[in-house]
Nanobody, 119 residues
């Protein structure tokens, strides 16, 4: 059974850091690009970062570029999002998603982890 489980969210002060983890199972992880999305209260879901199946290419939303880093460890079926210099506007539920390159849209989604950036 496919499982995608995010962890690492929590409360952090502005300027602080968090590292989100995504553990995947039930599919051939190394064949999929992985992405982090987020959704803030009252706002639509937005793409934060994407990493290709072997980690050779990454893409970031302009709002997080230079502050966030996406990475993956295919041996562990895991993807990470290192978030530095956090801002209150980064507050959102963060979702991990898997995307096979030959399908349209995301194939699998996690249930999300909440990140709150506040003083």
């Amino acid at each position: 059974q496919v499982r995608i489980v995010e962890s690492g969210g929590g409360l952090v002060q502005p300027g602080g850091s968090l590292r989100l983890s995504c553990a995947a199972s039930g599919f051939t992880f190394s064949n999929y690009a992985m992405s982090w999305y987020r959704q803030a209260p009252g706002k639509e879901r937005e793409l934060v970062a994407t990493i290709t199946s072997v980690g050779g290419n990454t893409n970031y939303a302009d709002s997080v570029k230079g502050r966030f880093t996406i990475s993956r460890d295919n041996a562990k079926n895991a993807v990470y999002l290192q978030m530095n210099s956090l801002k209150p506007e980064d507050t959102a539920v963060y979702y991990c998603a898997a995307d096979h390159p030959w399908t349209d849209g995301m194939d699998y989604w996690g249930k999300g982890t909440l990140v709150t950036v506040s003083s």
